[in-house]
Structure formats: C-alpha cells, structure tokens
C-alpha cells in the first residue's frame, strides 16, 4: 500500500491550505509540508529495495476492459523522479512561505501546488500508460493553474493559456501514440509495453507511434519548435518557476524518454527525430539565452538548452549516452531550481529582475551571492560542481556516436559551441547581476538579504551542487545506476564518475567551452548590437494572433452550420447519416439476402398502414400543433402494439408509459403556444425537407430489407443464455439493464437527475402569460379545479401506486421494472398536482422531488461501491432464494436495490420536469 499512498499523499493534502488558509504563514506552511514530508520519508524508506535492483508494483484492476488499471511501479527511475518531486517540493514550499505575500491567497496556492505535487507522481509511478496519460492531462491542467496564479495580469493569463494549449496539444498527440502502441503490444502495462520493444519496432504503425509520442515529449519539455511557451510561463510566481519549469513538469518529458527508451530506440527514425530536435533545441536555447535581459527569462531559455542536450543524450546512439543523460537531469534539477529561487529572491528585494538595472548586489548581498554563483557555476560546467561531471560525460558521448558518417563530427562541434554560450550566460548572470557597477533606480533600495529561512533552499541546493560535484561516488553512483539501469532494460555500460580521467577530449572540450565563453562575454558589445537588429519576434504576440486568426475562422465556419435554425441541424445530421450510411452499403454486390422475411398477418399489416398513415398525418397537419400531437400518439400507441406483437412486453410497457409522460409534457408546452405554427419555410427549404426525407427513409428502409435477409450473430444469444444463471432473473431486459449493463444505467439516471435539476433551475422564476380565450376565441372555464378531476385523482393514486409497486417487485423476473414504476407513479402524481395544485400536493408529500432524484443515484452508486468493497467488479450483483416464514421460499438480488435507486429517480426527475413546466403560468401570488 506504500505506491498508492506516495501518490495519494498530495491530493489527500489538498485540503489543508483550504483549511488552514486564515491561519499564520508558518502554520500554513507547516501544515502544507506534512505531505511531501512524509512522503519523503516513506520513499526513502523503500531506497535499499529499489537501489538494490528490486522493482516495487501495485496493482488494482479499474476498467480492464479497456485495458485501464491502477497499476504502480517503483523502480530506479521513478524512485529518482519522485525523489525529486518531493525533495525539490518540500524546499520550493519553505520559500514559497516568504515569497508570497501577506496579501496574496497563499492558501489557494499551495492547493494548486499540492495537485500539480500528485500529478507529477502520478505521472512518474504509474505502470498502466492509460492511467500514466490521466495524471499527463492533471499536470498540465494543474501548471495552467499556477502559471496564471496571479491572474490579474494579463501576462500571467496569457502565459498560462499558452502553456495549456501546446501541452495540451501534445498530450492529445501522446494519448493517440499510447493507444497504438497499446494496440500493437495488446496491452497498456509497461512491464509487457518493455518487454514488446522488438514487436513494436518491426510493426507498420512503429513511425506513427512514435512520431506520435515525441510530439507528446517534446511539447511538455519545451522542445524546439515547440519551445516558445516557456519563457512566458515565467509569469507565473518564482517558486512555480523553481519548481516545475527546472524539476519536475519539464522533466515529464525527458522522464518519458527514459521510461520508454528500450521500447522506441534503436532505430534511424529513433535517433534521427530525437537527437536533431535535441540539438537544435540546445543550440537555440543556449545562444538565445544570452541575450535576455530578464533573469528569469536567461533561466528558461537556459532550461530549454539543458532539455535539449538531454535529449540529444537520448538520441545518440552510444551506451552510455542515457546514463548521461539521467545524469544531467540529476544535476540540472539542483543547480536550476537554486537559480530560480535566487532570482525570485533578487526580485522580491529588489522589485525588478531587469539585469541592466541590478548590477552591483555583491554589496548589499553577499550571502546570496555567494549562492547563485555557485549554482551559475555548476551550470557552465565549471570544475568540482556537479554540472561538470554530468557535461563532461556529455561531451565524451557526443565523440562517440556515429549517427551523421563522415560528418559525425558535427555534433561534439555544436555541443562544444552551445557549452561556449552556456559558460556566457552563466557568467553574465553572475556579473551583470552581482558586479557590473552600481544598481540603476531600483524600485526597492537599498537592498538587502532575504529572511533566514528564504535561503536555506538556496543553500540546500547549492550544497548538493558542491557535494556531488567533489563526490560523485559516495553521493549520487547508487541512485544514478539504479535509475539508468531502469531505464535502459539492461546491464549498465562500464563508466566512471571520477573527477579525473586524465587529459583526454571531452576534457579539452570543457576547457574550451570555459574559454569561449569567457570570451564570448569579453566580446558581447557587437553580438547584442547584431541581437537587436534581427526583426523582433514576440511568440506571446504570435500565439495570441493565431488564437484570435483561429476564432475568426471557427466563427466563419459556425455560422456556415450553426446559424439557430434546427431546421438546419437537423437537415446536416440527417445528410451526413444518409451519405455514411450509403457509403457503408456500396460494396454489397446486392440488397437481398438468403433469408426470406417473415409474412405479415393482416392484423399486423393493418397496425403498420394506419401508423404510416398517422406518421403522415403528423406532417400534414405538422402547423396545427394539438391536432399534429394527436395524430403524433397514434403513432406511439402503435409502435407499443407492435412491440407486444413481436414478444417484446418489456419495450411494450416502457413505450406506452413514456409516450403519456411525453404526451403529457407536451400538452404542458402547448398551452403557451399558438394553436397554430406560422409559414416559415420557403419552397427551396421544403423542397430540401422532401428530397432528405424521401431519401433518408428509402435507405433506411433498403438498410433494414438488407439485414433482415441475411444471417446475422447478435449478442442476445449471450443474454438469453445467461440471464438466469449470471443474474438470477428471467426477464432479458431488465437484467441487462440493472446487472449486465449497470454502468450505462447509472450514467443514464445520473444524466436525467442532471437534467431534472438543469431544466427546474433554468425555469426557476419564469412565468408565462396564460390565454384567457380558446382558439376559437371562447373563454376558458372559471373552474381550474374540477370535481370529477380531484375525485379520479384521489381514486387513481393509490391504484397507481399499487400498479407501480406490482411492476417494480415482478421486474426482475416479468415485464416491469424501476423505470416503468417509477414512470407510472410520477404520471399519478402529476394527475393530482392537476386536480389540487402543487402546493397541496407539496405539502403532503414526505419528500421533494431533488431530493429523491438525488438519493435515487445514491442509492444505485452505493449499491455498485458495495460490490466494490467485497471483492468484486463495480456493480457486480449477486443473487439468492431464501425461505421467508407465511411466504415461503423467495428469490432476492442484490440488483433490485439498483433498480430501487432507478425508480426514485425516475420520479424524481420526471416529477420535478412536469412541476416546472406546469407552473410557468402561474404568478408567486397565486395557489400552485
């Protein structure tokens, strides 16, 4: 229980900055920590089974039918990957305590980054790709959430908006690339996914996939060209910044290239895709880094060149290269967050992070200072900090790929240009920020060092920047062979995590990029001025314009087919349906079949003419509304008939009883309609009518005469066999209904409870003038409340009710059930509201119709969760016969409780949809 939990952990914590949001900030923190905290202490409890090579697993079958499962793994990789969420988690929460103000909803926000928390472990730990692909969605609604925290900012919105439509993009594209490879493989666990790498590679559908699934990576880890939304989720506050876009939401999509390395690599399209897009992405991040002005914004094009070289580390086709690549995500997750929070600690006091105005702050704020560079020094790759030994290993890898032949030398000489402009930007970060002269009006002066515990963070991280870079061996070797050898499938490479291995090239290389750098630096006067002559190009401007270029054509098109006349809904649905349909008959060499049909008695024959007729008539007469209704029930009185004729009672019953409550609501309707409908249509439109009607029924008709000839397998044979043995009812239909298919009855209910409650709310306070004189311009009786009417009604309720309660009992075994019950009493009630009003009615009954409509889903749910608690499959239903003294012996299944929460809410619903509409005429003043 130890997988689920570490998951679980952040969302169950999300409701305590809810509470605690009026509390102090240390209170608030504190009780926001508890959750990463024993979260951590949990995961390092499993570090001696998972570094020993040992894979952790939960499992819990969910929808297994479409392969979904709460499936969980703990493995090196993920163990390294939840490790740092909670780790670099619990320092970001620390500073997010000072960082934010006393006037911003600190609450609110840690709740946002509680479940971006759960996300990303969700993410991380989850061994069924389905399951992995929901929590994929959570992060990136959860990062839309924090980016645009401060949402009084159009930038922050904007930002946000941004960051949610290309990730969201790619997710679409990763979901449909994890349903082929779950079609291909047969299965969406990642232990068999591992072990079909072979199968996947050599199928025809591997291309897609894979384009598919990297289109999913690049767009989260801000892959080039895809890189554009993270420099402008910088909006969001420095510790979101700190926190997702240097440690975890970035590294979602590297971490997928880990995960499913040994699956996708080892082919030219593998390495061709990934180590090009990586490269480019190094390069552009690198050199445009440079030239921000914006500490935050030299920070994400920086991450951006950092993402790129792990992933061209993913791409290249030597051993070693993944280890370096797991390496650097290590040593990036340190030194990156500790520079995002040392620049949200320079703004925060000196309320600009413009690097032509804060120069000078050694002076003011040694402390940290000393922090940052560090951490700046670990990301140019200087000597005895960890960013040293991952980029050295980065180099020596780029020596040994042979991807481009001849020209393979192409690749270590633009790694070696994009460490050069790595090493400039660090150390423009370091001087212009710290040196570089006095600060230049800044909005607070002078400036000073953060609170105490503002820097522990900092000093954490930088800490850990040292530590490995002196030590890498007794450090991190464990945990960094543990995650690559996850990661690869197989045996490790022999490698080496000295900081000595003598003068070799990737030594060289280093020196290089160091020197370049500096003079890169040295010389930056005339590359800013080229910089600022480029044409300017603003991705936050462009993304909007495509987005309002966007809406403009979506507009041009819905006015095209969504105009409000329902006369042309209907008319594209139907031509749409007809066209399908005909192009699904195109290749039968003929309509007929070998089964001959069936020979129609003259009773029969006589029912199906007078229905056509009535159909007709309907038509006909479609502008004179109450007659058009008359002539519309005809229709449905006989499509029950003809449901009786053919040995279909259930249907039978549940027709004739809906088409009264249908009738009934629309005689409700009508009552504040003209009695007549005005010409509308022109000729062309009803010439249209004709032409689709004639033709829709046609193919309809040819349709049915072609699968009604020929021999056909059905699925009721299935239920037939097995309605009495698998649910313990003799009646198919409702034992498909509350046992076989209870999900769907449950989501039906749900949906009508929903409506119910929709359709009472809109109408809530709407009254409607009433008509004073008939059509025919007689006035309408005084008396609203017949006599006879009361008396039948009195009579007919408990008649109904006897009547519902009998349908309901025999249901399982007979025609009936809690849908045609619960139809019949609402049908009982309603004649009561008619004769006394609704308030008498109201008053006398024990219940309200929400109410009941509400439970009626409860109780249905509760009775599916029961099942669950016991063992089995959601809504699975058991059954027994007992001997009941006076009765004798009685057959009982647990799905008649389901069919009870059917019946409460089918009267709920249906009662509430009638009492809102039959109350639209009548004034608050007046009796209901």
């Known amino acids: ?277 990586g490269l480019a992405t190094l390069l552009v991040g690198a050199v445009t880094a440079l030239f921000q002005h914006d500490l935050k914004g030299l920070l994400a094009y920086s991450t951006i060149s950092h993402l790129g070289l792990i992933t061209l580390l993913f791409g290249l086709d030597s051993d070693l290269a993944p280890v370096a690549a797991i390496f650097h995500i290590i040593n990036h997750a340190t030194f990156k967050a500790s520079l995002f929070m040392a620049a949200g600690i320079i703004d925060h006091e000196t309320g600009t992070r413009d ?23 670990a990301m140019a790759g200087v000597p005895l900090l960890n960013g040293f030994l991952s980029k050295e290993m980065f180099f020596s890898e780029t020596l040994h790929q042979h991807l481009l032949g001849s020209f393979s030398w192409l690749i270590p000489a633009m790694a070696t240009l994009a460490g050069v402009f790595s090493v400039s930007y660090s150390l423009r970060f370091i001087h212009d920020v710290f040196f570089n002269g006095e600060p230049i009006n800044l909005p607070k002066f002078p400036p000073h060092e953060p609170p105490r515990y503002m820097r522990v963070p900092v000093e954490v991280l930088a800490f850990l920047c040292l530590l490995v870079g002196m030590v890498p061996a007794f450090t991190v070797a464990s945990l960094l062979a543990s995650a690559a050898g996850a990661s690869l499938g197989h045996s490790l490479p022999a490698y080496d995590l000295a900081i000595w291995h003598g003068f070799n090239m990737p030594l060289l290389m280093s020196f290089l990029a160091l020197l370049g750098g500096i003079l890169v630096y040295a010389l930056r006067a005339p590359l800013f001025r080229w910089y600022d002559g480029l044409p300017p190009m603003n991705a936050r401007v462009m993304f909007e314009r495509s987005i ?203 949906v009508l409870a929903i409506t119910a409650i929709a359709i009472a709310a809109l109408l809530q306070g709407l009254r409607l003038p009433r008509a004073s004189l008939d059509p025919a311009g007689n006035p309408w009786s005084p008396e609203t409340r017949p006599l006879m009417l009361q008396v039948l009604a009195r009579f007919t309720l408990p008649l109904a009710l006897l009547v519902s309660v009998y349908i309901f009992l025999r249901g399982h075994n007979e025609p009936g059930g809690g849908f045609v019950a619960g139809l019949v009493t609402s049908v009982a009630l309603v004649l009561l509201q008619v004769a006394y009003g609704q308030r008498w009615v109201m008053e006398r009954l024990p219940f309200s119709a929400v109410r009941l409509a509400g439970a009626g889903v409860l109780i249905a749910g509760v009775t599916g969760l029961a099942s669950w608690f016991l063992g089995y499959p959601f809504l699975t239903s058991t059954f027994g016969h007992f001997n009941i003294p006076l009765v004798g012996e009685v057959e009982l299944a647990s799905a008649m409780a389901f069919d009870f929460g059917v019946y409460c809410t089918v009267v709920g619903g249906t009662l509430l949809i009638l009492s809102s509409v039959g109350r639209l005429g009548y004034s608050s003043e007046e009796e209901l």
């Open 1 to 277: 229980m130890v997988l689920p939990l570490l998951v679980l952990l952040p969302f169950l914590a999300v409701v305590i900055p809810l509470v605690l949001a009026n509390r102090s900030r240390n209170v608030l923190a504190a009780g926001v920590a508890l959750a990463p905290a024993l979260g951590l202490i949990l995961l390092l409890m499993q570090s001696q089974a998972v570094l020993g090579g040992e894979v952790l697993t939960y499992f819990v079958p969910w929808v297994s039918q479409l392969g979904l499962n709460i499936s969980l793994r703990l493995d090196g990789l993920s163990f390294l990957f939840a490790l740092l969420i909670f780790g670099i988690g619990l320092l970001v929460i620390l500073y997010a305590r000072y960082y934010l103000s006393a006037q911003e909803k600190a609450g609110r926000f840690f709740a946002f980054l509680l479940l971006f928390m759960g996300a990303m472990l969700g993410v991380v730990l989850a061994s069924n790709l389905l399951l992995m692909m929901i929590f994929w969605e959570l992060t990136s609604l959860s990062s839309f959430l924090l980016i645009g925290f401060w949402s009084y900012r159009r930038d922050a919105r904007q930002g946000a908006r941004m960051a949610l439509a290309v990730t969201g993009g790619g997710g679409l594209a990763l979901l449909a690339g994890v349903l082929i490879i779950g079609r291909v493989v047969g299965s969406f666990e990642l232990s068999e996914v591992l072990a079909a790498g072979d199968l996947l590679k050599s199928h025809a559908l591997y291309p897609v996939a894979l384009v598919l699934v990297l289109l999913g990576v690049f767009t989260k880890s801000a892959q080039f060209p895809f890189h554009f939304w993270l420099p402008h989720a910088m909006a969001a506050p420095t510790p979101v910044s700190a926190y997702l876009h240097s440690a975890t939401m970035v590294k979602a999509g590297v971490f997928l290239l880990a995960r499913l390395y040994p699956v996708l690599s080892g082919t030219e399209w593998w390495f061709y895709l990934v180590t090009f897009t």
């Open 548 to 750: 309002i270029r966007l809406r403009r054509m979506t507009l041009r098109i819905m006015q095209t087919f969504e105009n409000g006349s329902l006369q042309r809904y209907a008319s594209w649905m139907l031509i749409a349906g007809i066209v399908v349909t005909a192009w699904a008959l195109t290749p039968l060499s003929r309509m007929t079949g070998d089964i001959p049909l069936s020979v129609i008695d003259p009773l029969t024959g006589l029912g199906l003419l007078v229905m056509g007729a009535a159909g007709l008539l309907t038509v006909y007469y479609h502008r004179q509304r109450l007659l058009s209704l008359l002539m519309l029930s005809v229709v449905g009185l006989l499509a029950a008939m003809l449901f009786a004729r053919f040995s279909a009672p259930d249907l039978a019953l549940t027709q004739l009883v809906v088409e009264v409550v249908t009738i009934l609501l629309m005689l409700l309707v009508l009552y504040f309609l003209p009695d007549k409908t005005p010409v509308e249509s022109s000729s062309l439109q009803r010439t249209r009518d004709f032409v689709i009607a004639v033709a829709g029924g046609t193919l309809i008709g040819v349709l049915m005469y072609a699968v009604l000839t020929r021999d056909f397998s059905s699925i009721a044979e299935y239920y037939l066999a097995n309605s009495v043995s698998g649910g313990g009812g003799t009646n198919v239909v409702n034992v498909i209904l509350v046992d076989f298919r209870g999900f769907d009855t449950l989501g039906e209910i749900s």
């Open 355 to 377: 690097m032509r105005r804060i120069n000078g702050l050694w002076k003011y704020m040694p402390h940290t200072a000393v922090l940052a560079m560090v951490a700046s020094s």
